[in-house]
């Protein structure tokens, strides 16, 4: 019997749904971080958060009101993120291409 691994069976569902993820959370990260340093903090740790997320700072910016601070606009970013999350799963499973949990068979 050969074993599968149910990763690559599903890897359309898997690798989007995975890199959403780590783009919220990293959001989410950046917003806490935000709290305790400077924007311009030269640590390559705070870089690489800005680099992560800064392309999703930009896309939100524009429809975003003007009366929310930039500091403010990570959380915003990461509510349409997990937005558009959830709507992939939405999709992915109405339309059966979701992995399903199948009951584990004792050997």
Do not use: C
């Not at 359309?12 to 993820?21: D, K, V």
């Not at 509510?79 to 009951?103: E, H, K, S």
Request: hydrophobic residues 55%.
């Amino acid at each position: 019997m050969e074993a599968t691994i149910p990763f690559w069976s599903h890897w359309y569902f898997h690798i989007p749904n995975y890199l959403m993820a780590a783009v919220f959370y990293t959001l989410f990260g950046r917003f806490l971080f935000s709290l305790f340093v400077p924007h311009d903090w030269p640590n390559y740790i705070w870089r690489g958060f800005k680099i992560v997320t800064e392309w999703s700072l930009a896309t939100v910016r524009p429809i975003t009101p003007w009366a929310v601070p930039y500091g403010l606009l990570p959380l915003v970013a990461a509510f349409w993120i997990m937005a558009a999350r959830v709507a992939f799963n939405v999709v992915m499973i109405g339309n059966g291409w979701a992995p399903t949990l199948q009951p584990v068979t004792p050997q």
